[in-house]
């Protein structure tokens, strides 16, 4: 995840940015950078590549002076960590500055309308393509505010932004589109200040506004402006947070889980970010290294894990075998060094850990280590045990997380296993150049997805609601969505102490049909892929039986509204990817029924967040 900064008002805005940008260093960065105006509205830029020392170093050489100012620290999305591809990034005529979170999607076919326009761009990134967009309105006589407006209708994805102009060197302009890059306006006395997570600002201000999803603010040193993307005024609320520093890591929020579930947006941003080479068709994971002919010498691949990482294996062996035609057996961690497996140095072992510390995950890594298994890691925790010990890991990049019912661990590694597949297709040759570049771009639409599912949590709540009185629940879907019915029945166990089972479709009628009456809800993931049809006919018996049917399903998607008592309807993603997805309305539910009910989403009873001991 990236961090954004700004800063308007009376003293000088670097070292206000500079020790911003230092509060949120947690999130994860590769390169940092700092622009200011000075006194005769020019516009200075200062970027650099490693830790944010480096910028410091770098702007104590070159200060800066000014009090009107923004800062990032940047995890690559397109491009190599390098100077050039840092934000801020300024427009070719040098009269606008920008800092982004978020994938523009469609960068492609933008930067080639702008090319050849004749504008020339200076770094690899899609972010460059906004501020371009921007400047070209500029220079076509619009004010900042309606040249940010007129360029982000241009684009597709989920984004948070923060620019600045030479012409206007008194304000800023922010927007939110989308759940991703969360922003924040921090209201001071006589001063403001904005940035995407609440640390970077609390030594400031306790008073803030959250930008909504579709929210642009004019911000300037004693006002601003709140407004709809199309231009509608929107009252601003202002809302004082805590000093106390739980209070304030949960924001807006009055809960972890639900913040977290709302990050997923961003955790997937930065988990896609600096691994994908579009136009060349590469997938890059430079901490889990593997040569070509190692990577054709596996004959197999086991994944260990617990709990939804178990649930999150069971979905990524649909991706890897998809992709790299390499079998993958998906086994328990708490189970695995007892079934004596049949591994060899033929052999990969995945461990998949939120925490890297979970014991039973740990212990199957060291079987695997006594048994010749090459050992990889997709873990969450840096420095943890599980990434120490591995011979290659890939970071979730999800953020800290905190509520004990995992979430954006669930989506951020399902991600990982995707990247994974196809860097194992690519070096094992199951995939062309072509292919993969297809398959990688199906990722970047992952945040605008999510976003959209995001945006419904108010009828899922309602629906929650009316949900909540039933004690039992069955959970049903097919092929890669299986293991979606048995994490969404795992948050609702977890979290509100309601029974719920998740099965394969296929399955009911092999006995836990028996089970269904008018008590008895049924959860079915009936989207449209190959097994749509099937699904329908297990709807169709359920609801036989009296049970009451709440159908996950494809916006306009007419069939299954006709037959389930409720409908929660998702985008149509791709089929290996539906799970990111469709897993978020269920975590949603089980959030809303939990609350209903007054329950401590954060910690339930009975469960720790890292299981340690065996």
Known sequence: MCGIVGYVGPQEATPIILNGLMRLEYRGYDSAGIAVIDAQGAIHVRRSVGKLAELEHLVAQQPLAGTVGIGHTRWATHGVPAARNAHPHVGMNGRVVLVHNGIVENYLPLRAE????????????DTEVIVQLV???????CSLETAVRRALGHLTGAHGVVLMTGDEPDRLVAARIGHAGGVTLGVGEGEMFIASDLPAVLRHTRRMVFLEPGQMAVVEADRYRVTTLAGEPVPAEEQVVSWDPVSAAKGAYERF????????????????????????????????????DAARDLTRLFTVACGTSYYSGLAGKYMIESLARLPVEVAYGSEFRYTDPIIDRSTALLAITQSGETVDTLVSMEEGRRRGARLWSIVNAIGSQAMRIADGYIGMQAGPEIGVASTKAFTTSLADQYLLALYLAAKRGTLSATEIRARANDLLALPRLVSQVLAQDETIRQLAIRLARYRNFLYIGRGINFPVALEGALKLKEISYIHAEGYPAGEMKHGPIALIDEQMPVVAIV?????????????????ARGGLVVALANEGDQTIAEKADYVVTVPVAPPLLAPIVNVVPLQLLAYHMATWLGLDVDQPRNLAKSVTVE
């Not at 400047?135 to 006589?141: A, F």
């Not at 977290?260 to 994971?285: P, S």
């Open 527 to 543: 989207t449209q892929d190959r097994v749509y049809e099937k699904m329908l006919s297990q709807v169709e018996q359920a609801k």
């Open 114 to 125: 702008l090319e050849a326009e004749g504008i020339q761009f200076a770094s690899e990134t």
């Open 135 to 141: 400047e070209r309105y500029l220079e076509s006589g």
């Open 257 to 292: 889980m639900k913040k977290e579930i709302h990050e997923q947006v961003e955790a997937l941003t930065a988990t896609i970010g600096g691994r994908l080479d579009l136009e060349a068709g590469r997938v890059f994971l430079p901490t889990l290294p593997l040569t070509d």
